[in-house]
């Protein structure tokens, strides 16, 4: 059994902030592979279903971001888990809008929701780091990750949502390659191979042929014309 936690802020006013796109990648798996409908549980909300054969809780701790941790340590008490059974989706500041990383194990780096849940069981749990880009100072980074996505990230991010969604059966299973593999064909599929036919250069217009020259006019008088006859 694993357990996939979504980091964000509940309320529809969090909603599509930046700093949910825990919750949006684990609506997306929901939605998408027929998960049981959620219901309230471990101060958040979960929901039950299956990733290739491999049994997933998903959860959405209802907490509050920076109290992450009190949600995800009774989830994993009461299903008798390990960190390592735990997979957290979260907002990474340190990487560019639609990068995706996975990563087991280490420190938060200053993310709320990666501290409490690292005080509560530890920091040996795997994590799904997703670029929303940084705002270009610290000071502007507690307004930026609260405010939603803006509209040219419309694209990106849905591509990103469905490669997580397509992947999920390979991250429950322990391949967290084969999962980065089928979000990047999602973020930048495979050229076609085929070649468009290489176009026909325009045929050059035939050359006009050349008319002769016009005959020199004679401009001899006719008394010229009729002496010379006889030279």
């Known amino acids: 059994m694993q357990l996939f936690v979504g980091l964000g802020n509940p309320g529809a006013k969090y909603e599509n902030n930046r700093h949910n796109i825990g919750f949006m990648a684990l609506d997306r798996i929901a939605q998408d592979h027929a998960f049981a ?18 049994k997933v809780i998903l959860l959405k701790p209802a907490t509050f971001m920076n109290l992450s941790g009190q949600s995800v340590g009774e989830a994993l008490r009461f299903y008798k888990l390990t960190p390592g059974d735990v997979t957290v989706f979260h ?86 390659d084969r999962f980065l593999n089928a979000v990047a064909q999602r973020l930048a599929p495979p050229r076609s191979s085929k070649t468009e036919a290489t176009a026909k250069p325009k045929a050059r217009p035939a050359a006009k042929a050349q008319e002769p020259p016009a005959p020199a006019t004679d401009e001899r008088t006719a ?9």
Request: aromatic share 8%.
């Open 37 to 54: 409908p959620w219901r309230s549980k471990f101060q958040g909300h979960v929901c039950e279903g299956n990733l290739g054969g491999t």
């Open 91 to 176: 907002d990474e500041l340190d990487l560019a809008p639609g990068k995706i990383r996975v990563k087991l194990g280490g420190g938060h780096a200053g993310h709320n929701g990666l501290r409490s849940i690292h005080q509560h069981i530890g920091e040996a749990y795997q994590r799904v780091r997703l670029g929303i880009g940084h705002p270009g100072h610290k000071d502007r980074v507690a307004q930026f990750v609260l405010q939603d996505f803006a509209k040219a990230d419309a694209q990106w991010l849905d591509d990103l949502m469905r490669g997580i969604s397509e992947g999920a059966p390979w991250l429950a299973g322990g391949k967290a």
């Open 223 to 231: 008394m010229q014309k009729l002496m010379d006859k006889f030279r």
